[in-house]
């Protein structure tokens, strides 16, 4: 699986792939809302293998994909949606991006590919994500991709020595469809 958009490769995961990830993950801009301190080599190793387990998937539940950079084939991210099951119509969707590359608008463009692909390929109904509330930048990637804001928990994750409430985007099939109508 491959989808390419105006400066983005999206491509599968390859073993060694794990260093470009580990360089940017242990980062504390990165780390900011996540409840771990650190990322150890041995979890990053992990992870990527659990996206290349789930590129074997017959039928293919869970996608998540290298984001790089189309002019340089720099790895500068991920971004994924993940179904229980493959007859499961609603997935959940999650990126991230090295800190170096924020503000660039690479997230919103791969994660707008990624929403296409599920709705164009998996004819899911409904895409959904969580954030930290108060992570602000995730927020808006969900929200300018057409997510809107469905419910706050309240308190709902302790880490760092206090709560966070926790927020919950969304975006149906039916607006998905109104919303490339309007566009043309
Ligand atoms: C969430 C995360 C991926 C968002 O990264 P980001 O750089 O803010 O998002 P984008 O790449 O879409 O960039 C959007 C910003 O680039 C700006 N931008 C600059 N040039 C742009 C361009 N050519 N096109 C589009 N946007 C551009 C936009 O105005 C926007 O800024 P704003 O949010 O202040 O309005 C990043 O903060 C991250 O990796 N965080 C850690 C992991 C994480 O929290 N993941 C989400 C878990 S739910």
């Known amino acids: 699986m491959i989808l390419r958009t105006e400066r983005l490769i999206l491509r599968e995961f390859t073993a060694d792939d794990w260093q470009a990830t580990f360089a940017y993950e242990n980062d504390p801009r990165y780390l900011r809302f996540y409840e771990r301190d650190e ?25 998540q994909l290298a984001i790089t950079l189309a002019d340089t084939g720099e790895l500068v991210g ?26 660039r608008g690479y997230a919103t463009e791969a994660a ?49 020595g206090r709560f966070w409430d926790l927020s919950l985007y969304g975006l149906l099939r039916s607006e998905w469809e109104a919303a490339r109508t309007l566009s043309g």
């Open 112 to 160: 707008r590919a990624m929403v296409d692909w599920g709705f164009g390929e998996w004819w899911l109904d409904r895409i959904h994500a969580h954030c930290v509330s108060e992570n602000t930048a995730s927020a808006r990637v969900l929200q300018r991709v057409g997510m809107r804001l469905e419910v706050r928990l309240r308190d709902h994750q302790f880490f760092r």
């Open 78 to 103: 991920n971004v994924g949606v993940r179904r229980e099951s493959a007859n499961e119509p609603v997935a959940d969707m999650g990126f991230e991006l090295s800190p170096d590359y924020w503000g």
């Open 39 to 63: 990322v150890t080599e041995r979890q990053c190793q992990a992870l990527i293998y659990q996206f290349i387990l789930w590129q074997g998937e017959q039928p293919r539940e869970k996608a």
